[in-house]
C-alpha cells in the first residue's frame, strides 16, 4: 500500500538561513506520528511546509504519489491536509457553529443545512456542542482547541497536522484537548503532530521523529526512542524534558 504522504528531500530557507535541510520520510494510513525537539529546531516549521502556509526551497512533498504543489488545487489540498494551530485562528467575530460552518460552504461547497449538521455532529464529538452558539471570547483555551479540532475535522481531512496544539494552554486544559487527540487516534485519523508532551507521544504515537537543527536525527517507534536513542543529542534532550513529564 502507499503511503498517504512521502516527503521527499525538503529544504525551507529564509535568507541565508537553511531551517530545513534535507527532510525525508512519509505517513501511512491511520499513522499517528509525533515530532518532537527544541525550540527552533525546525518542527512547527516542517509543518508550515507541508501544508503550504510557507513555501518550500527545495524538495517535494507528494499526497497519494503526486505533487501536492503542481498535481492538486490548492484548496482540495488543504482540505484533506488539515490544520489546527497552536493559537487556535478562530475567527472571533463568528460563533462557534459558525467557525465550523464557514470553510464547509465556501472551500466545499456544502450546502447550509449539511454544513450545520455536520459541525454539530462534530462539536459534540469533542464535547463541545452546548457551546455552538458561543463567541470563541467566552471560551477557555482548552475549548477554542477543542472548536478548532472539531472545525478541522468538518472539511473530512485525510490527514491532520497539529503545530503545538496544547503549547498556548494552561496545564489544567492540556489533558482535555489531549484526550480529544488520543479519541481521534483510537479512531483510526492519520496524524502527525508536533508536540512537547513527551507521555502523550510515548504512549499514543507509532512512530516519534526527533528533529534537531533542521534535518530529523532519528526516526522510530517510542518504546526503542525513549528507552534506546541512537544519537547522543537525543539522549541529552530527552534527560532534560522527560525527566519533568514522565
Known amino acids: 500500500m502507499k503511503p498517504i504522504l512521502e516527503i521527499s528531500h525538503l529544504e525551507k530557507r529564509f535568507g541565508d538561513h537553511l531551517v530545513l535541510k534535507d527532510i525525508n520520510f512519509q505517513v501511512d494510513q491511520g499513522e499517528v506520528i509525533c515530532v518532537i525537539g527544541s525550540s527552533g529546531s525546525g518542527k512547527s516549521t516542517m509543518l508550515r511546509c507541508i501544508n503550504f502556509l510557507e513555501e518550500p526551497t527545495g524538495g517535494r512533498i507528494l499526497y497519494h504519489g503526486k505533487d501536492a504543489a503542481t498535481e492538486w488545487r490548492r484548496t482540495e489540498y488543504n ?37 450545520e449538521e455536520k459541525a454539530v455532529y462534530f462539536l459534540e464529538k469533542v464535547g463541545m456542542g452546548q457551546y455552538r452558539y458561543a463567541k470563541p471570547a467566552q471560551l477557555s483555551g482548552g475549548q477554542k482547541q477543542r472548536v478548532a479540532i472539531a472545525r478541522a475535522l468538518c472539511m473530512e481531512p485525510e490527514i491532520l497536522l497539529f503545530d503545538e496544539p496544547t503549547s498556548a494552554l494552561d496545564p489544567e486544559m492540556v489533558g ?52 534506546n536513542p541512537k544519537q547522543e543529542r537525543t539522549k541529552e534532550f530527552l534527560q532534560r524534558v522527560i525527566a519533568r513529564q514522565l
Do not use: W
Not at 199 to 219: K, N, T, Y
Open 79 to 115: 482540505a484533506k491536509v488539515g490544520m489546527v494551530f497552536q493559537s487556535f485562528n478562530l475567527f472571533s467575530n463568528m460563533s462557534v457553529l459558525e467557525n465550523c460552518v464557514a470553510g464547509q460552504m465556501y472551500v466545499l461547497k456544502t450546502p447550509r443545512k449539511e454544513a
Open 176 to 227: 482535555e484537548v489531549l484526550g480529544v487527540m488520543q479519541k481521534l487516534a483510537a479512531s483510526g485519523m492519520t496524524m502527525l503532530i508536533v508536540t512537547h508532551e513527551m507521555s502523550f507521544a510515548r504512549d499514543v504515537a507509532q512512530r516519534v521523529l526527533f528533529m534537531d537543527g533542521g534535518i530529523i536525527l532519528e526516526d522510530a517507534k517510542p518504546a526503542e526512542l525513549f528507552t
